[in-house]
């Protein structure tokens, strides 16, 4: 079955500094990738959508300077939380795509700033 | 109103129970519907996927969508503690013929089922 790929499951880093998460879907090129954040005991937000050699589609509300999205390939897409501050702590989730109906989750990130 | 609702619980029922978890929603666009399973810190997987109004049966898992009153279940028979998660629903809306479907989710019921 269709796998993906996220890492790391967890981080924390210190306020102001920038972390990058990865996702990668190992064995299907994943046309579409979408960018959720998750808090305790709340559903999957969607952050973004990206396309891959195109620019993300950010949902309102979400900053796009500061959650800076690379979908260079069919196979990876990163997320980069700039300049980090503690609300930004949460749990980050990326689905994989190959096509209508087909999403595949990656295992999350937790992320702290501490 | 938000577009997908369901009831966060938690629920608790004794292992080999019936369990019933439903969402409502607004958006009549909304023309498939799944229902995930999440594990504690863990992404969401897949378990039930519909398109049409009726009963979709798979295992021990019925998933239910009634359009008419915007109404989808998910019905978990013989429940066993490994059951234990956070179920969420989740539609699709999107442009036909396009690449960006994006999916709704509803918040999560916790269910745990207790040996």
């Known amino acids: 079955g269709a796998v993906v790929s996220q890492h790391p499951s967890w981080v924390i880093c210190k306020s102001g500094t920038s972390v990058k998460i990865e996702c990668r879907s190992l064995?299907?090129?994943?046309?579409?990738m979408f960018w959720y954040r998750q808090f305790p005991k709340q559903s999957l937000m969607l952050m973004a959508t990206s396309n891959e050699g195109s620019k993300a589609t950010y949902e309102q509300g979400v900053e796009k300077d500061k959650f800076l999205i690379n979908h260079a390939s069919l196979t990876l897409s990163t997320l980069t939380v700039t300049s980090a501050h503690p609300e930004d702590s949460s749990f980050y989730i990326c689905s994989a795509s190959q096509g209508f109906g087909g999403y595949t989750f990656g295992s999350g990130t937790r992320l702290t700033v501490v | 109103q938000k577009e997908v609702e369901q009831d966060p619980g938690p629920l608790s029922v004794p292992e080999g129970a019936i369990v019933s978890l439903n969402c409502t929603y607004s958006?009549?666009?909304?023309?498939?519907f799944m229902w995930y399973r999440q594990y504690s810190r863990k992404g969401p997987e897949l378990l039930m996927y519909t398109y049409s109004s009726g009963n979709k049966e798979d295992g021990r898992f019925t998933a239910q969508v009634d359009k008419s009153s915007k109404y989808i279940s998910l019905f978990i028979r013989d429940s066993q503690p490994s059951d234990s998660a956070t179920y969420l629903c989740?539609?699709?809306?999107?442009?036909?013929?396009?690449?960006?479907?994006?999916?709704?989710f509803g918040k999560g019921t916790l269910l745990t089922v207790n040996p």
């Open positions: 989740a539609m699709i809306t999107g442009q036909s013929g396009g690449s960006n479907y994006k999916l709704t």
């Open positions: 958006n009549s666009a909304f023309q498939y």
């Open positions: 064995d299907f090129q994943a046309t579409t």
